[in-house]
Each structure stands twice: as C-alpha cells, then as structure tokens.
C-alpha cells in the first residue's frame, strides 16, 4: 500500500500550526 | 460529535503509531522497573504536543534515556523484532551536549515518524539517546542486521540528515555482538 512519508518542512510546518 | 471530528481530521495522520519510553536510572531497582512507557501517538500534531511537553534531552540527569518506538516493539535487544537487528550509532563527545544534542535527536526523530527511509522504513524499529557523563549516544534500531542494503541506505540518508561531514564515519553494531562483547567496543558490521 502507500506509506505515508513526510518531508523535514512539513512536519516543523506542523509544530508552528495553530 | 462535529469537534471530535474536526480533531481528528484536522491532525495528519503518521504511517505508524509510535511509544516513547523514559528510562531513569535507579540502582535499587531491576533495568525492567526502571523503564517507563510515557505516552503513544499517531498524528503529527500529537508528537509536537509530546515534545514541547517534555524535557529537552540535553537537560536530563545522566543515566537516563528516551526511546521512541513503533507501536508494540519493545525498547530493548530481547523483543523478537530486535534481537535479530542492531543499531546505527552516533556517539557524541561531551561539549556536544550543549551544541548539537538536542538537534541531531530531534532530527532522528522526524526521520523515524515522516518515514523518511522510503521502503526501507520497515526496517526501523526505533531509536534510543542515552544521557551519559561520559559522552551521550543515540541510534537508530532496525529489525535484520543482515539485510545490508537496507541498514547501509538507512545509515548514509541518516548520516545526511544530520548534517555530518563525509570526514565523520558511523557504524552500524549489531545487537548480539552488543549483548557478547568482551571489552568495551563492539565491532561495526557496516560503517558509511
């Protein structure tokens, strides 16, 4: 199936989200 | 019944569900008692809420360790999905402590939960930071330490990732020759 992978900017983009 | 959906569907959802473990060293107990699991998570956003609420590696008393794993493997070499596997090891000098500890576990980290090793993702088991006074470590765990096109593509994109020089050399150990050692150093199966 698919994997779900996120890059290094997407997740400290996540950390900073209201 | 709206906002609990908002909540998880606003929230990106990781490929795993990963545990985080405190270890604290107390002589008067058992390695086992001395292990705790702190929490599970599963979304980005969840992670984010875990680690702005715990203490920074850097400020932890020595003896102690964070363990991040997936869903159900424990944190140590005897569970069946790591006794066969072993470690890719950064061991840090100790003014690093207060230069580059923090970073490079933070960066482990989001290699682990935004599956950054591709396929080869599966091979990870977890990751471990040891505060020692004698020099931190941290590594990344897989399950097969036979499997050496997935342990050497794990080590050289980690390698990257931290920003090490191509002068730095890291070895990959496996977990038996850890646990049967006879003096302090155990041999690197692969290095990059």
């Not at chain 2, 088991?125 to 505060?131: D, L």
């Not at chain 2, 020099?135 to 931290?162: F, M, P, S």
Request: positive net charge.
């Amino acid at each position: 199936g698919t994997r779900i992978i996120y890059d290094r900017k997407f997740l400290m983009e996540c950390r900073n989200s209201p | 019944r709206e906002a609990l959906a908002a909540e998880i569907w606003d929230k990106h959802p990781l490929q795993n569900r990963w545990a985080l473990w405190f270890f604290k060293n107390d002589k008067s107990k058992t390695w086992q008692a001395n292990l705790r699991l702190v929490t599970k998570f599963s979304t980005a956003e969840d992670f984010w809420a875990l680690y702005s609420h715990i203490q920074l590696a850097s400020k932890l008393t020595s003896g102690c360790d964070y363990s991040l794993f997936k869903d159900g493997i424990e944190p140590m070499w005897e569970d069946n999905r790591n006794k066969r596997g072993g470690r890719w090891l950064i061991t840090l000098a100790k003014q690093q402590r207060h230069t580059e500890l923090d970073r490079f576990w933070l960066e482990t980290l989001l290699c682990l939960i935004g599956e950054t090793f591709g396929p080869y993702s599966e091979d990870i088991c977890g990751a471990v930071i040891n505060i020692r006074a004698k020099g931190d470590k941290i590594a990344i765990w897989t399950r097969e330490a036979e499997n050496r096109d997935g342990v050497t593509h794990i080590g050289r994109v980690y390698k990257e990732r931290l920003g090490l020089s191509h002068k730095v050399v890291i070895g990959y150990q496996a977990h038996a020759d850890t646990a049967t050692k006879s003096g302090s150093l155990t041999k690197n199966k692969f290095v990059v």
